[in-house]
């Protein structure tokens, strides 16, 4: 199976910045979606941001889309999430996750369609 850590979580406060780093354990993402998704307290789970690995596009949820910036590393075994102008409201449990997606196009922002997910790590913005 495929073992995700997630670094880079924190408390910062509003307006600051955060970056986060899904790295793969013995894993290289060649043509999978790679997938930072985030749980409120009460909410549910929600997309935030996706990458597929394959052709590097990229999709955002719109409450992040101009603040929050996923990429890949050179090597392949990292993707990270840069967020800027962080607010209240993005205070969440960030997890990232893969697969490779049928159809992915379509389903890449749905939490449900994915296999293998990280621990998670937390941001709290005050």
């Known amino acids: 199976d495929v073992q995700l850590v997630e670094s880079g979580g924190g408390s910062v406060q509003a307006g600051g910045s955060l970056r986060l780093s899904c790295t793969a354990s013995e894993y290289t993402f060649s043509g999978d979606c790679v997938g930072w998704f985030r749980q409120a307290p009460g909410r549910e789970r929600e997309g935030v941001a996706v990458?597929?690995?394959?052709?590097?596009?990229?999709v955002y949820a719109d409450s992040v889309k101009g603040r929050f910036t996923i990429s890949q590393d050179n090597a392949k075994k990292t993707v990270s999430l840069q967020m800027n102008s962080l607010k209240a409201e993005d205070t969440a449990m960030y997890s990232c996750a893969t697969d490779d997606l049928y159809n992915w196009t379509v389903y890449r922002l749905e939490a449900a369609r994915y296999r293998y997910w990280g621990q998670g790590t937390q941001v709290t913005v005050s």
């Open positions: 990458l597929h690995t394959g052709s590097g596009s990229t």
